[in-house]
């Protein structure tokens, strides 16, 4: 079983820097696959960014390339979001999620995640 709780979410300008954090308990993080998504207002939830198990590979949304670095630290078993360059279109709830599985390594789809954290707010202003 993994637990995971996102922070860092908040109110920003447009323009500006935030970075999110997602902590996990469970012996077994450094395993897994973990990636972050988000849900927009009124729209279905999305791919943002994703890192393997040893940060070897990442792999980002178009919207947010260029924009947004994950990153993790196993030895603290947390997975980093940061966000640069803000706009307000990336307005969203942000959720990270773990595959739960040593088999999976870089995914977009939400079905290979098995874990998931409540989210965190994130809002910019214009």
């Known amino acids: 079983q993994v637990q995971l709780v996102e922070s860092g979410g908040g109110l920003v300008q447009a323009g500006g820097s935030l970075r999110l954090s997602c902590a996990a308990s469970g012996r077994t993080f450094s395993s897994y696959t973990m990636g972050w998504f988000r849900q927009r207002p009124g729209k279905e939830r999305e791919f943002v960014a994703v890192?393997?198990?040893?940060?070897?590979?990442?792999y980002y949304a178009d919207s947010v390339k260029g924009r947004f670095t994950i990153s993790r630290d196993n030895a603290k078993n947390t997975v980093y979001l940061q966000m640069n360059s803000l706009k307000p279109e990336d307005t969203a709830v942000y959720y990270c999620?773990?595959?739960?599985?040593?088999?999976?390594?870089?995914?977009?789809?939400?079905?290979?995640?098995?874990?998931w954290g409540q989210g965190t707010q994130v809002t910019i202003s214009s």
């Open positions: 890192i393997i198990w040893n940060g070897g590979s990442t």
């Open positions: 999620a773990a595959t739960g599985t040593t088999l999976v390594g870089i995914s977009m789809r939400e079905s290979d995640y098995n874990y």
